[in-house]
């Protein structure tokens, strides 16, 4: 696999981590980490990899740019297989990892969406780890009414401030991720929703960290 791959590995783990990153991601990673120990008692693994075209491997199918003139690829399907057919399973083999251990799949921002996106198309995954996701996609929000979530519980953030933007389409994110976390509560999805202070950009690393904490409780 041609990307960068980050671990903190326990090999008596309980719960394993994946989590798609960018370069500040990884900048920031190992507060990230220092953080889930410093608030979970059980045993975790925690494996980040590197996306190297952000926009095309993390998006669920092909859409306009909404910043920047990079519009988006399409190209979760592509990255959830290399995850679940050539990543996961030599993790598995080279630490020891049984089908007891649970799979909890997270990131921030489009890291995010993706991560709730793999929640609808594998059943691999016990929880969602969901801080401040992009759920302004375009079609996002009806996508996730049509379809059943396989994951057993999910946990949503965004910060106070991020749908305070002069981008219309960004600033819908308030209004999105309250229907996403309602159509969790209709289809009785376990769900556990928290806003944080400030706008997008700011402790990515502790929200992400706060994310894999409560699904790990």
Not at 78 to 103: A, H, N, V
Not at 107 to 127: I, K, Q, R, T
Request: charged share 25%.
């Amino acid at each position: 696999m041609d990307r960068e791959i980050i671990t903190f590995i326990n090999e008596k783990s309980e719960y394993l981590l994946f989590q798609f990153v960018d370069g500040h991601d990884i900048e920031v990673l190992e507060n990230e980490y220092k953080t889930i120990c410093e608030s979970v008692s059980v045993p975790f693994t925690l494996v980040a990899i590197k996306v190297n075209s952000w926009n095309e491997e993390l998006s669920p199918w092909e859409a306009p740019a909404v910043f920047g003139k990079q519009n988006f690829g399409g190209g979760a399907e592509e990255t959830l297989r290399i995850l679940t057919e050539e990543l996961l399973p030599k993790i598995k083999s080279d630490y020891g990892f049984g089908d007891e251990t649970k799979l909890i799949i997270g990131g921030y921002s489009l890291a995010a969406l993706f991560a709730l996106w793999c929640g609808y198309n594998s059943n691999l995954f016990y929880g969602v780890a969901a801080a401040s996701p992009s759920v302004w996609y375009s079609g996002w929000l009806d996508y996730a009414r049509a379809n059943d979530f396989k994951a057993e519980k999910v946990y949503l953030s965004l910060g106070n401030r991020e749908e305070k933007t002069r981008n219309q389409i960004m600033a819908t994110v308030g209004d999105c991720i309250r229907q996403q976390a309602q159509i969790f509560e209709e289809k009785n999805i376990p769900c556990t929703f928290e806003w944080n202070e400030g706008n997008h950009f700011r402790d990515s690393d502790l929200r992400t960290a706060k994310a894999f904490i409560s699904l790990m409780r």
